[in-house]
């Protein structure tokens, strides 16, 4: 059934794509802030203090979803400075640059490259050095994603793909898909009408078994 | 693009049968066929070939480039140069398949033919990614691929242009151009 069903894939570049789910789900990974100005009444809604009552006093520190943070995000009237998480920040960046390929992006992530590309919106003076690891990391991590995807026949994946950050696993079906799709035409299985899964789970009686 | 669709495509080339029957030129949508007649050669598709072989109706004869020493030659050149080397048919990997599996009685030595084919093949594949690895390294943005057969790109095809699509887009994160304006109302 996967070929007629359609998934909005994720954006990944400065915009996200409205109604894709990858992208609602990382947008909504908090984001390290501090309130510029006070808050009123807005204690409670980002979790801190209990009576609804309460504000946000100017100077705070606040961890706010990446959409949210957008939102208040603005160059000119100061409501909320975004800080850099701590994998985007230089010291990490240097552990990525020296091998991307020993970093476990599905535990830092599992976002890294949408979350990490949304993070420019912030005009950060570090952005063109984040987008610049990003790409680098993606470059020195491709060879190890082609290869592992297309020479894993018939086999148990689960610890290949579970360092992959979600973009690279959906790459890394891709490459599997091509590859089990040549090896089932070779062995011949292309060519054998099997009945579809969807057939197969029926739970209901079939016409055979009507009669007895 | 699955392999039975490069297959469907394959099964377009002609390759000569020995028939062991009479029938008069057909007139067919993509082309006329025969006339055939018992024991002279004529030249047909390979889906009808083998629907006729299956039949008992045809004996077969192996294209030209299927041959011990021609595909040896074929993978020695593959293992020596960098680059891909012209294959004898665009569809060698298809056509070897299929003519093996529905004609091996007509094919000389058809296991060791197999063993070159899927050498040659095997070479070609690996060559392929590694060029896919330097390409990304050096974040090209066009490739020259001349001698790739279709079922080649087929295997990585989805999964190359994919990996491309991830880094063209991290690539040009950093300029807000008319790609991020699409979305704009």
């Not at chain 1, 891709?174 to 029926?202: H, M, P, R």
Request: hydrophobic share 40%; aromatic share 8%.
């Amino acid at each position: 059934m996967s070929e007629a069903y359609f998934p909005v894939d994720p954006g990944l570049g400065m915009e996200e794509n409205f109604l894709s789910l990858d992208d609602i789900l990382m947008s909504q990974e908090k984001l390290p802030g501090r309130a510029e100005s006070a808050l009123p009444r807005l204690a409670f809604a980002l979790g801190q203090g209990a009576g609804t009552g309460d504000s946000i006093p100017e100077g705070s520190k606040l961890e706010i979803p990446l959409w949210l943070a957008k939102g208040l995000h603005d160059s000119k009237r100061r409501i909320i400075s975004v800080d850099l998480p701590k994998i985007y920040k230089e010291a990490w960046r240097t552990v990525f640059s020296a091998d991307a390929n020993v970093v476990d992006l599905h535990k830092m992530g599992p976002y890294y490259y949408g979350f990490g590309s949304q993070l420019l919106n912030f005009d950060n003076p570090e952005n063109p050095e984040i987008a610049q690891t990003i790409l680098q990391t993606f470059i020195s991590r491709f060879r190890r994603i082609m290869d592992s995807s297309q020479n894993a026949y018939n086999e148990d994946t689960s610890a290949l793909v579970a360092r992959l950050d979600e973009l690279e696993r959906a790459l890394f079906r891709a490459g599997q898909k091509g590859l089990n799709d040549f090896q089932c035409w070779e062995k011949g299985q292309a060519s054998q009408i099997t009945a579809s899964s969807l057939v197969q789970n029926y739970g209901k009686r079939k016409f055979t078994d009507m009669d007895g | 693009m699955e392999p039975a669709e490069a297959e469907f495509l394959a099964e377009k080339e002609l390759v000569t049968i020995v028939p062991n029957f009479s029938l008069d030129r057909i007139h067919l949508i993509g082309g006329d066929l025969g006339p055939f007649n018992p024991g002279l050669p004529v030249e047909v598709p390979v889906w009808l070939a083998i629907n006729l072989k299956q039949r008992q109706k045809c004996r077969l004869i192996p294209p030209e480039w299927m041959d011990v020493e021609k595909l040896e030659e074929i993978r020695d050149r593959e293992r020596k140069e960098d680059t891909f080397t012209p294959m004898p048919s665009p569809y060698y990997m298809e056509l070897t398949k299929l003519l093996l599996n529905y004609a091996s009685d007509n094919i000389p030595k058809a296991d060791e033919i197999r063993t070159l084919v899927k050498d040659t093949w095997d070479t070609r594949i690996a060559k392929l990614r590694l060029s896919a690895d330097s390409f990304v390294r050096q974040q090209e943005a066009h490739a020259k691929l001349d001698n790739l057969t279709l079922m080649e790109i087929n295997t990585t095809g989805t999964f190359l242009t994919q990996a491309l699509d991830h880094m063209y887009k991290l690539r040009t994160n950093l300029q807000p151009g008319e790609s991020a304006r699409s979305q704009d109302f």
